[in-house]
């Protein structure tokens, strides 16, 4: 097959229609424009969305949901995933290396979710009091 030879599927590409070509065409006097009004006009300018001052329908709909602009900075950490790191003594930067936490991240936290069996040191981790507890009795120890 050469690039040359490559050619659309018959019928899959219609010619451009020929509008205001008289009334045997198919597409004569409006044009397929309607009567009058500005979008029968040449430039008729009418914004995306515009309803010809009736309320449009994006601000009769409620308002729903926030999006927090904290929430990218933020980050949850498991129990189990704390055993990905390989680092000693495990702080934000070493759960950034690890790829435990996203790479723009500022605070992250430990929350108590899966299983911790080996002992870590945390330093300057938010943690929950039920992952300080799951911590604690796996030897590790929470450094401020």
């Keep these: 097959m050469l690039i040359k030879t490559l050619k659309p599927a018959p ?3 219609r010619p451009r229609l020929r509008v205001g070509r008289g009334a045997s065409a198919g597409q004569g006097k ?3 424009r309607g009567v009058k009004g500005q979008r029968a006009r040449k430039g008729g300018y009418h914004k995306v969305g515009f309803e010809g001052g009736q309320m449009p329908l994006q601000r009769r709909m409620p308002k729903v949901g926030f999006r927090s602009a904290m929430k990218a900075t933020r980050a949850e950490v498991r129990l189990d995933e704390l055993a990905k790191v390989a680092a000693e003594i495990v702080d934000l930067a070493a759960l950034k290396a690890a790829n435990v936490v996203p790479a723009h991240t500022e605070v992250a936290k430990v ?26 009795a796996a030897g590790g120890r929470i450094e401020a």
């Design 30 to 32: 409006t044009c397929g």
């Design 111 to 136: 929350v108590l979710s899966g299983k911790i069996e080996k002992a870590v040191t945390l330093k300057g981790v938010g943690v929950t009091k039920g992952a300080r507890a799951a911590i604690e």
């Design 11 to 13: 019928g899959s590409k």
